[in-house]
């Protein structure tokens, strides 16, 4: 089968097409037939051993993915497809079922076919979306609704989400407000129709105005793509008012530090959780029209170099699909 194969880290040119064996389903295990894929920042930041979050991350990140080199040939963790044979002991999944879903550090979704345990985090596709509208449903919804449980948001709940137009911003602000919190926005121009049309009460231009600086105060803060820090969120937080962040050694050490009761605090699921749950709750909210994943652009598998290229200059509106034929 076709398939796109790294074998040392470092920038997106070590991505190659090449000819692979296509696997073979153990018992508990469906073969899927790929549709469509993403190119998304688990991808991305894989690929180079996170090199550019400094050397101790760049250590954690060769631990899990190989200390000399990529232990898996084949990134890509989002998925949808076709159901091609099933391993024995499968009892969910039919030979042409549709399903979609994260393969999360077990990758190999850039290729014609992949394996994956019928108990992972997959599903039948939701009704009445193609392919490509499912691939990208699990990435950033998924590290959205991670960090969002944290902070037990209802009605009359604040949330301030920062990176509103990325893959975890634009499902962050479909959350909130499913979970009916008030929601502000903050983005660039060019996003800020779509960040509206996702369902935030109201949005800020960050290239117009500092939120820090307009005296507002939320009860959650959520920076969706690892630009702020607590330090600078501090005051426009209220009282016992929660920080979550998506990444940074900084915030996880902070995380972790003792705080007492009506204290401002930052909050870091450690380990997160993600299971096949979260992705029939997905499953349900795209059914009842109150979820979409917001596609920028999209590549045939052929170009997944230039499309890496595109999801690394930070600057995707939600996510990238790759199309495989
Ligand atoms: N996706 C994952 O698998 C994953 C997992 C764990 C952690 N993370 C971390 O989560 C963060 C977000 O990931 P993502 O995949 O959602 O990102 P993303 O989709 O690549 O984010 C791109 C968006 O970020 C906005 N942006 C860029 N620079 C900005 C700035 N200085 N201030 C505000 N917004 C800015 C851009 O929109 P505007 O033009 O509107 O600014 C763009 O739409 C990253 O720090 C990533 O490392 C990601």
Redesign the pocket.
């Given at each position: 089968m076709k398939a796109v194969v790294y074998d040392r880290y470092g920038p997106p040119e070590v991505q190659r097409i090449e000819d692979v064996e296509r696997p073979a389903p153990r018992d508990d295990e469906v073969l899927v037939k790929i549709h469509a894929t993403t190119v998304?920042?688990?991808?991305v930041?894989t690929r180079e051993a996170n090199r550019g979050s400094g050397l101790a991350v760049s250590f954690l990140s060769r631990l899990v993915s190989g200390v000399r080199g990529p232990r898996r040939r084949i990134l890509g963790?989002e998925f949808a497809g076709e159901v091609e044979a099933a391993g024995p002991a499968v009892t969910e999944f039919a030979v042409g079922d549709r399903v979609f879903g994260n393969s999360g550090f077990g990758f190999g979704a850039h290729a014609e076919f992949m394996c994956i345990r019928e108990t992972a985090r997959m599903a039948h596709m939701p009704a009445g979306i193609s392919f490509e509208e499912a691939a990208p449903v699990t990435?950033?919804a998924l590290?959205a609704l991670t960090c969002l449980r944290q902070a037990d948001l209802h009605q009359g709940r604040t949330i301030l989400i920062?990176?509103?137009?990325?893959?975890?911003?634009?499902a962050g602000v479909q959350l909130a407000r499913h979970f009916g919190a008030d929601v502000t926005a903050?983005?660039?121009?060019?996003?800020l129709e779509l960040?509206k049309s996702l369902g935030a009460d109201r949005v800020i231009d960050?290239t117009k105005e500092d939120f820090t600086a307009n005296g507002q105060t939320y009860d959650v803060i959520f920076d969706?793509?690892?630009?702020l820090s607590f330090l600078r969120c501090r005051d426009s937080l209220k009282p016992a008012g929660i920080y979550l962040p998506?990444?940074?050694f900084g915030n996880l050490m902070r995380a972790l530090w003792p705080s007492r009761p009506g204290d401002k605090k930052v909050v870091f699921q450690i380990p997160p959780r993600q299971t096949k749950q979260d992705v029939l709750f997905l499953k349900g909210l795209i059914e009842s029209g109150q979820f979409r994943a917001v596609i920028d652009r999209r590549y045939p598998l052929e170009d997944v170099v230039e499309a890496t290229r595109y999801?690394e200059t930070?600057?995707?509106?939600?996510?990238v699909v790759l199309t495989v034929i």
């Open positions: 998304n920042r688990l991808d930041h963790s990435d950033g590290n920062y990176g509103a137009s990325g893959a975890i911003g634009t903050v983005c660039s121009t060019k996003n960040v960050y969706a793509v690892g630009k998506t990444d940074g999801v930070e600057q995707k509106t939600g996510n």
